[in-house]
């Protein structure tokens, strides 16, 4: 049973999106029946994940969602559910756009990680923070035994730098196979940064914080202020 295959229904992945899922809603839920309404910022997100939670849902709740990605072609045609949803080009480390506290509720889904040095994670987390009166932020954690992002080995993103640029330069061990060159090896190697649990509490220091656990060690971490 593949464990990053989050197209296959049977998947750990798969399996822990449906209960993240669960979270979501209840959140969502909840600022809708005290509110009669929620907007939502997605940061750095998509539309389809938000179709896989569920349209009707969303209607049901009066939810508005605001998808902002760094890389516009993540942008895709709203097609019959512009009344749901609209989209922007955004950094997530910096939203001056978007006023103090408002969305009912800031989400993001595994982007932290990908937004570069611990500066723009504080950053990204800051704003996450002053945009949502409530927020829902979901990583990957560093010292779970294997990385979901590229790498089809366990415990290869624990090794220096220099190691696994080698590696992936000379062995098809990334989901995209080898990577012809040293300097796109780096890159692949720069574009994710695990955290580690005490980082994430740092960082959301007013959340409450929950972790999803395979064989008793935390796979990932989900930080929810309400």
């Known amino acids: 049973m593949a464990l990053d295959d989050v197209q296959n229904p049977n998947s750990l992945s798969a399996k822990f999106r449906r209960k993240r899922d669960v979270k979501l809603r209840g959140l969502i839920e909840a600022i809708a029946n005290e509110r009669g309404a929620v907007t ?29 990605n760094f890389v516009a072609s993540e942008l895709t045609d709203l097609g019959g559910d512009g009344d749901i949803f609209e989209q922007a080009v955004a950094n997530g480390c910096d939203l001056s756009e978007f006023g103090d506290a408002s969305f009912d509720l800031a989400h993001s889904n595994s982007v932290i990680e990908h937004v570069g040095d611990w500066r723009n994670m504080k950053a990204f987390a800051a704003e996450t923070r002053r945009v949502g009166r409530a927020y829902y932020v979901q990583t990957p954690n560093f010292w779970f035994p294997v990385d979901p992002h590229y790498y089809k080995f366990p415990i290869i993103h624990w090794l220096p730098r220099p190691v696994r640029a080698r590696l992936f330069n000379s062995l098809a061990i990334t989901h995209s196979g080898r990577i012809p060159t040293l300097d796109m090896a780096y890159q692949v190697i720069d574009d994710t940064r695990l955290l580690d649990g005490g980082q994430f509490r740092f960082l959301f220091s007013d959340a409450e914080i929950s972790s999803e656990r395979v064989a008793g060690l935390s796979k990932s971490y989900i930080a929810i202020r309400r």
Do not use: Q
């Open 40 to 68: 939502i910022l997605d940061i750095g997100g998509t539309v389809g994940y938000w179709r896989r939670l569920g349209c009707d849902f969303l209607r049901a709740h009066k939810a508005h969602v605001v998808v902002t």
